[in-house]
């Protein structure tokens, strides 16, 4: 799994984010710009949750997005 530099943007580490998504407790695919992309929820190594975007959706390598768990994801919980 690779990490774009668009996912340090929040101040997530990479040690958080593969952290997340090696726990991932969702994941759900997202149309977005006409492009599929992954969401992944899962906790840092202290149980914060974060959300994650990953493309391509069908089998993800680039982790583009992290940041802490937003409102408008709790729904996928």
């Known amino acids: 799994m690779e990490?774009?530099?668009?996912?340090r943007k929040h101040g997530i580490t990479d040690e958080a984010i593969r952290h997340?998504?090696?726990?991932?407790?969702?994941?759900?695919?997202l149309e977005?710009?006409?492009?599929?992309?992954?969401?992944?929820?899962g906790p840092d190594a202290s149980g914060t949750l974060i959300e994650l975007v990953a493309?391509?959706?069908?089998?993800p390598d680039l982790v583009?997005?992290?940041q802490r768990l937003r409102k408008r994801y709790y729904d996928y919980l």
């Open 20 to 29: 997340a998504w090696e726990f991932a407790i969702r994941a759900r695919r």
């Open 64 to 66: 583009i997005h992290a």
């Open 55 to 59: 493309v391509p959706a069908l089998v």
């Open 32 to 41: 977005c710009d006409g492009e599929e992309r992954l969401v992944v929820i």
């Open 3 to 7: 990490i774009a530099e668009s996912a």
